[in-house]
């Protein structure tokens, strides 16, 4: 599309969006899909249950099993397959009794050719976000202009091959720049995951916050100190955090309470934050307990390690799961009370990417080259959490800087070692200013990325983080 009709397909799209939007027979029953939750030239849809049975679309994909993706979604289903990676499969059917026999679960890093999609083929990428959580790499000609828009492709019909990588929720890592399926080729069209394109969300990096809360527990619980003098001296160095974080020597577990034990409370979603979960019971060597949905929910993963992990019984668990919203509500407090007597103590944590504030005085509109070298050059550790306001001497609280999502550096950082012809934002659309500020920085990766060798990806710490 032109830059005219692109703007002309977001407005469109932003009346499709409407919020007060409410189905009758005046409007055909059904909100209509915007532009980029349908494959351009194909008849796939992404991420989009929401708006029902879409015109020209014979395949529905999902992402992820998170509400905000499959809005709309149960056991009522009937418009056409799903397709999805195993575990999410696993999932919808348990969660919302999805028919199975609309399911069509597909393996991992496999091209396969999708049947009524006029041989398109697609290959899922591990999304490094939620368990099931995957990218989908499509690949194939354009045949129909399925969907709800009225801006067509000129494409429909040629021999071309195109390839679209749509992003769903994802935490981007140097793995998915050079996974086989992605490495060497040119994606014409990445629809992008962009929770966080804002510069103000450059947090840590993943890795790093899982191994820092993990040792945290482990020296809360063992009473050891919280705060070592190489520790402390490394976070003063790291002047980018000193304005959202403050250090002390003291140690906030007395050596009186070293026999004491210790409870570990974590918040979690219905999916997701299983990685710190995992990381802190491995250290602790301690079972995992919580309520029996969850359980049955954590089941559907199919992961050994975290299922030899359960156990039905709160007193065997040092870990114990809760919903997010419990850990900053009174509800902790209330929960933890609970087992008097058996724990004396408790510590808590409350890992989202709104827990991370930017540094103040922050530059918000920094160069691409300064965007990379002032966020690799931070380091994170267990140092750098420090208690939320309303803990106490036997229930300490901490909000954790951590997201599935990708930073604002890890976005720069994938679109600079990708080769790609458009990016299409999927999340915080809903707004012109909101649309046009993503844009921007959108245009500067574009403009940064032509001076760079091709081939060339920005250099990496670990596989697994920039």
């Given at each position: 599309?032109?830059?005219?009709?692109?703007?002309?397909?977001?407005?469109?799209?932003?009346?499709?969006?409407?919020?007060?939007?409410?189905?009758?027979?005046?409007?055909?029953?059904?909100?209509?899909?915007?532009?980029?939750?349908?494959?351009?030239?194909?008849?796939?849809?992404?991420?989009?249950?929401?708006?029902?049975?879409?015109?020209?679309?014979?395949?529905?994909?999902?992402?992820?099993?998170?509400?905000?993706?499959?809005?709309?979604?149960?056991?009522?289903?009937?418009?056409?397959?799903?397709?999805?990676?195993?575990?999410?499969?696993?999932?919808?059917?348990?969660?919302?009794?999805?028919?199975?026999?609309?399911?069509?679960?597909?393996?991992?890093?496999?091209?396969?050719?999708?049947?009524?999609?006029?041989?398109?083929?697609?290959?899922?990428?591990?999304?490094?976000?939620?368990?099931?959580?995957?990218?989908?790499?499509?690949?194939?000609?354009?045949?129909?202009?399925?969907?709800?828009?009225?801006?067509?492709?000129?494409?429909?019909?040629?021999?071309?091959?195109?390839?679209?990588?749509?992003?769903?929720?994802?935490?981007?890592?140097?793995?998915?720049?050079?996974?086989?399926?992605?490495?060497?080729?040119?994606?014409?069209?990445?629809?992008?995951?962009?929770?966080?394109?804002?510069?103000?969300?450059?947090?840590?990096?993943?890795?790093?916050?899982?191994?820092?809360?993990?040792?945290?527990?482990?020296?809360?619980?063992?009473?050891?100190?919280?705060?070592?003098?190489?520790?402390?001296?490394?976070?003063?160095?790291?002047?980018?955090?000193?304005?959202?974080?403050?250090?002390?020597?003291?140690?906030?577990?007395s050596k009186e309470s070293k026999q004491d034990r210790v409870l570990v409370v974590i918040g979690t979603y219905s999916i997701g934050k299983e990685r710190i979960v995992k990381a802190i019971a491995r250290i602790l060597q301690t079972k995992i307990y919580c309520d029996q949905r969850k359980a049955a929910i954590l089941r559907c993963q199919a992961d050994p390690e975290l299922e030899a992990l359960l156990t039905k019984d709160p007193l065997e668990?040092?870990?114990?799961?809760?919903?997010?919203?419990?850990?900053?509500?009174?509800?902790?407090?209330?929960?933890?009370?609970?087992?008097?007597?058996?724990?004396?103590?408790?510590?808590?944590?409350?890992?989202?990417?709104?827990?991370?504030?930017?540094?103040?005085?922050?530059?918000?509109?920094?160069?691409?080259?300064?965007?990379?070298?002032?966020?690799?050059?931070?380091?994170?550790?267990?140092?750098?959490?420090?208690?939320?306001?309303?803990?106490?001497?036997?229930?300490?609280?901490?909000?954790?800087?951590?997201?599935?999502?990708?930073?604002?550096?890890?976005?720069?950082?994938?679109?600079?070692?990708?080769?790609?012809?458009?990016?299409?934002?999927?999340?915080?659309?809903?707004?012109?200013?909101?649309?046009?500020?993503?844009?921007?920085?959108?245009?500067?990766?574009?403009?940064?990325?032509?001076?760079?060798?091709?081939?060339?990806?920005?250099?990496?710490?670990?596989?697994?983080?920039?």
């Amino acid at each position: 599309m032109s830059s005219h009709q692109e703007n002309e397909a977001w407005k469109e799209a932003s009346v499709a969006e409407d919020r007060n939007f409410r189905p009758n027979k005046g409007n055909g029953g059904r909100r209509k899909a915007p532009f980029y939750k349908v494959m351009q030239g194909m008849p796939i849809a992404v991420d989009a249950f929401r708006y029902g049975t879409i015109p020209g679309v014979t395949v529905y994909f999902l992402t992820h099993a998170h509400s905000d993706h499959y809005t709309n979604l149960s056991g009522n289903w009937k418009s056409g397959p799903i397709y999805c990676s195993e575990g999410t499969a696993n999932l919808i059917v348990h969660m919302l009794g999805v028919d199975r026999k609309w399911v069509r679960p597909l393996p991992m890093d496999t091209p396969t050719t999708v049947p009524d999609t006029g041989g398109v083929r697609v290959t899922l990428i591990e999304a490094n976000h939620c368990p099931g959580s995957c990218l989908f790499l499509f690949e194939g000609p354009q045949t129909v202009n399925a969907g709800d828009s009225t801006f067509k492709s000129k494409f429909v019909g040629s021999p071309k091959t195109f390839r679209y990588l749509h992003c769903g929720d994802f935490r981007a890592s140097p793995q998915h720049v050079l996974h086989p399926a992605i490495q060497g080729k040119r994606i014409d069209h990445v629809y992008l995951d962009t929770t966080y394109l804002d510069p103000k969300y450059c947090f840590p990096p993943q890795p790093q916050v899982i191994s820092a809360c993990a040792e945290l527990a482990r020296r809360f619980v063992k009473g050891e100190s919280l705060h070592d003098a190489e520790d402390i001296a490394k976070a003063k160095k790291n002047k980018t955090m000193d304005s959202w974080l403050t250090t002390s020597e003291k140690p906030a577990v007395s050596k009186e309470s070293k026999q004491d034990r210790v409870l570990v409370v974590i918040g979690t979603y219905s999916i997701g934050k299983e990685r710190i979960v995992k990381a802190i019971a491995r250290i602790l060597q301690t079972k995992i307990y919580c309520d029996q949905r969850k359980a049955a929910i954590l089941r559907c993963q199919a992961d050994p390690e975290l299922e030899a992990l359960l156990t039905k019984d709160p007193l065997e668990g040092g870990v114990h799961l809760v919903p997010l919203g419990v850990i900053a509500s009174d509800r902790l407090k209330e929960y933890v009370e609970r087992f008097k007597g058996h724990f004396s103590k408790a510590v808590a944590f409350r890992p989202t990417g709104w827990t991370f504030s930017a540094p103040t005085g922050s530059d918000m509109i920094p160069s691409v080259s300064t965007i990379i070298s002032r966020s690799q050059s931070r380091t994170f550790s267990f140092a750098q959490l420090n208690p939320m306001r309303n803990s106490s001497t036997t229930l300490q609280i901490y909000g954790v800087p951590y997201s599935e999502h990708s930073s604002f550096f890890e976005l720069t950082c994938f679109a600079l070692s990708l080769d790609w012809g458009k990016m299409i934002a999927t999340v915080n659309v809903g707004s012109e200013k909101s649309r046009r500020k993503m844009a921007t920085w959108i245009e500067r990766w574009e403009a940064e990325r032509k001076r760079w060798v091709n081939g060339e990806i920005v250099e990496f710490r670990a596989p697994d983080f920039w």
